[in-house]
Structures are given as C-alpha cells and as structure tokens.
C-alpha cells in the first residue's frame, strides 16, 4: 500500500503559477501510474493529468493543455504538477491518486485510481 501527501497549494493571483507536490511513502513510487484530480465546490472530481509508468507517458484535460505539466522523479518518490498561468475557475481542491501500472494508457477517472492523498487547496483571485 502507498501513502500520498500532496502540498504547495495556497492563494496566488490570475496569471501567477503554482508547483503542486504528490509525495509517496510504504512503497516505491516508480511502478504506479499517478494522476491529479481537483474538485470545486459543489462540482464533480475532474481529471487533471496523468503519468504512466510505462515511458512516462502523459495526458492533460482540455482545460489545463499547455499550461500545466505533469513530471515525475522516482528517485524522490515524488510527483510534481507545474501550473502556469492559472486562472479563476483553476480554483479547487487538488488530490493526488496512484494506482499500480497497468499498461500505457493513462487512466482518466478517478474509480481507476486506489490510493489517494487528502487534498491540497488551489485558490486563485482575479
């Protein structure tokens, strides 16, 4: 069993950046497929981005393309996601969740994950 603690969330302002930290521990980190979520008041948890294990390859939801990234450093047992130019509707609880690899494909929702971190809140004022 892996144990996920996410943190760098805080209050930034529209266009500023953030780096969110997913840190693991019970188990190396290297062979789960990672995946952020982030969950707005009074809304679903939606998919953020993902990394598999297999080639570190990943995936972004629509809203996020080319202004978050996802990276991972194994040797750290960590998962980074790197936003940039956030903006108002960014604002959510952010969780971190990690699921033993499968395959090469990045899984999208969030019954495919098993473990969970306890969420890390993202505001950002307009």
């Known amino acids: 069993q892996v144990q996920l603690v996410e943190s760098g969330g805080g209050l930034v302002q529209a266009g500023d950046s953030l780096r969110l930290s997913c840190a693991a521990s019970?188990?190396?980190?290297?062979?789960?497929?990672v995946g952020w979520f982030r969950q707005a008041p009074g809304q679903e948890r939606e998919f953020v981005a993902g990394i598999v294990w297999a080639a570190g390859r990943t995936t972004y939801a629509d809203s996020v393309k080319g202004r978050f990234t996802i990276s991972r450093d194994n040797a750290q047992n960590t998962v980074y996601l790197q936003m940039n130019s956030l903006k108002p509707e960014d604002t959510a609880v952010y969780y971190c969740?990690?699921?033993?690899?499968?395959?090469?494909?990045?899984?999208?929702?969030?019954?495919?994950?098993?473990?969970w971190g306890q969420g890390t809140q993202v505001t950002v004022s307009s």
């Open positions: 019970g188990r190396t980190f290297s062979s789960y497929d």
């Open positions: 969740a990690a699921s033993a690899a499968v395959g090469w494909v990045v899984r999208t929702t969030a019954p495919q994950y098993a473990y």
